[in-house]
């Protein structure tokens, strides 16, 4: 990005959209960082998900063979164009859609596509989600959260920052910190800071796409009452099992009726999916 995103929309008579979250990057040299570390070379196709104003855009297409840039705003569209021409690239696709409406494996098309994206908070998650999905044709994403999101993914069992995406992603996924980005590099300045991780996604997907779906209705039941034993939470929850059923189906799995979602490891959530997947499936 060549132009600083406040005078950028001044000179639209734009605003940044608080509903969607939009605090653009507006340091060149974090940008151009942030690319570099996502080891991006010549024979990528990679989708870039919330271009905003073209901060990552355009150092990402200087590296990329291919660039899909998915960004919602319609309004931002002339001005990332601009930008993208007077940085002289032209191997970048903007595409004016939600990314949940995107079809990921359209754009791949017979290849893989590596992912990068500084995502709102209140998406974040769905966009975690989305990916986990799509392992199979992205090996790797490199994504920008709220701090404490990216604190959430890599918790250890035990605390409180431990829950249900944490254990969807260390089941599937290595994730690595490439780097903090301070408040003071975005324009609006948000109220918290932000971190890079990278999401490397495993080789070998373990199970097939249905007993999969299955083993993160299991996670997500456990962590449904967080403050309750295991047992009261998988009982009543999307499984249609009882409290004897699952108080069962824990002693099977050789993980005490009585402990919390939070205790367990991702080990032991893939033992109980076991247990539950033989028994009432």
């Known amino acids: 990005m060549t132009t600083f995103p406040g005078v950028l929309l001044k000179?639209?008579?734009?605003?940044?959209?608080?509903?969607?979250?939009?605090?653009?990057?507006?340091?060149?040299?974090?940008?151009?960082?942030?690319?570099?570390?996502?080891?991006?070379?010549?024979?990528?196709?990679?989708?870039?998900?919330?271009?905003?104003?073209?901060?990552?855009?355009?150092?990402?297409?200087?590296?990329?063979?291919?660039?899909?840039?998915?960004?919602?705003d319609a309004r931002l569209i002339p001005l990332i164009t601009g930008e993208l021409e007077q940085a002289g690239v032209d191997n970048v696709t903007l595409i004016n859609e939600d990314i949940f409406k995107v079809d990921i494996r359209d754009l791949a098309g017979d290849g893989k596509l590596l992912v990068i994206g500084n995502l709102p908070y209140n998406i974040s998650s769905q966009v975690l989600l989305q990916l986990v999905e799509n392992r199979d044709i992205i090996p790797r994403a490199v994504l920008m959260f709220q701090k404490e999101l990216a604190q959430r993914i890599v918790a250890p069992p035990g605390g409180r920052d431990y829950g249900r995406l944490s254990v969807v992603m260390q089941y599937c996924s290595q994730v690595s910190t490439v780097a903090d980005v301070k408040g003071q590099l975005f324009f609006p300045k948000p109220a918290v800071e932000s971190r890079v991780v990278a999401v490397d996604f495993f080789d070998t997907i373990q199970f097939p796409p249905d007993q999969e779906t299955y083993l993160f209705r299991v996670i997500k039941a456990a962590f449904s009452k967080r403050r309750k034993t295991l047992r009261n939470s998988l009982a009543g929850a999307e499984l249609g099992i009882d409290t004897t059923q699952a108080a069962q189906a824990l002693e099977e799995a050789e993980i005490d009726p009585v402990r919390r979602a939070e205790t367990l490891t991702v080990e032991e959530f893939i033992a109980l999916f076991k247990v539950c997947r033989d028994s009432f499936i």
């Open 11 to 72: 000179s639209s008579n734009l605003f940044a959209k608080k509903e969607l979250g939009q605090n653009f990057l507006a340091d060149p040299q974090a940008a151009a960082m942030i690319v570099q570390r996502a080891g991006i070379n010549k024979e990528d196709t990679v989708l870039e998900i919330g271009p905003g104003l073209g901060a990552l855009t355009v150092h990402i297409a200087k590296q990329a063979a291919k660039v899909y840039a998915v960004e919602k």
